[in-house]
């Protein structure tokens, strides 16, 4: 048994190794924005044009989550994404929508209300609905670019402050309907200790920069990350594994 857990350990590693590498220039640019930004953990949602759109949209979002759930099922993240692995066990799936600038369009037309939503949040570049398992928690972690800011939106959240995020220091609970926006290059670990799933929408969305040497950039990386293999992988599978047999 302990050898199994062991290979399973090394096996997901390796896998997440294999496809991160590629991207490990990314980093070096995060050097570059860490140095230049004015950056904190979590920001006010109400500065980012369209994104306080999802709090009113919040009852339809969740109705079509729960049509699309029903008629499907939900793969795990490392699944859509091999390079999520070593985080995106079978307590971490999703609904995927867009992905790094890549649309999942099946789910997306069978989400019309979530999809004209999200048409109307500048710079999109990913949407998801992200389910963490009952008494599942995430370890701590940094998301992969500084060049977009985290959206989540909370979509099936059960009660009484069971489920929360810690960005750096700081510490916020998601509530139905609720917006928290932050900056996922920062440590952060999540957790549900409630006996039911929790769901949040999950956006990444264009970082504002003061200076167009910066917005062009960014621009510039984001374009090539987009048109990656593993992107565009990664979008197309965020369709078909919902429409496959669950894996085991």
Not at 81 to 110: C, H, I, K, M, Y
Not at 134 to 158: E, F, N, Q, T
Not at 163 to 176: A, D, E, K, L
Not at 201 to 213: A, G, N, Q, S, Y
Request: aromatic share 10%; charged share 25%; glycine share 6%.
């Amino acid at each position: 048994m302990a050898l199994s857990r062991a290979q399973a350990f090394v096996t997901k590693w390796w896998l997440a190794l294999r496809h991160n590498l590629p991207f490990a220039w990314v980093y070096g640019v995060n050097v570059i924005w860490w140095l230049t930004l004015d950056r904190r953990p979590f920001e006010d949602p109400a500065q980012f044009a369209g994104v306080a759109e999802l709090e009113e949209a919040w009852p339809e979002i969740r109705e079509e989550f729960d049509r699309l759930r029903a008629a499907t099922h939900t793969p795990m993240f490392g699944a859509i994404d091999p390079g999520q692995a070593r985080l995106a066990t079978d307590r971490w799936r999703a609904v995927l929508l867009w992905f790094w600038g890549q649309p999942s369009r099946t789910n997306l037309a069978e989400c019309p209300r979530t999809a004209e939503v999200l048409s109307h949040i500048d710079g999109l570049q990913t949407a998801l609905h992200s389910s963490l398992a009952p008494k599942a928690s995430l370890p701590w972690h940094m998301g992969p670019y500084a060049g977009v800011l985290r959206v989540h939106l909370g979509i099936d959240v059960p009660p009484g402050g069971q489920c929360g995020i810690q960005v750096g220091r700081q510490r916020r609970y998601w509530r139905n309907g609720g917006l928290l926006v932050f900056d996922d290059t920062y440590p952060h670990t999540a957790w549900n200790h409630s006996d039911e799933e929790r769901v949040v929408l999950f956006i990444d969305i264009v970082r504002p920069m003061p200076h167009r040497w910066q917005r062009r950039l960014n621009a510039a990386v984001l374009k090539h990350l987009s048109r990656t293999e593993r992107i565009r992988g990664a979008a197309q599978r965020g369709d078909d594994l919902m429409r496959s047999e669950p894996e085991n």
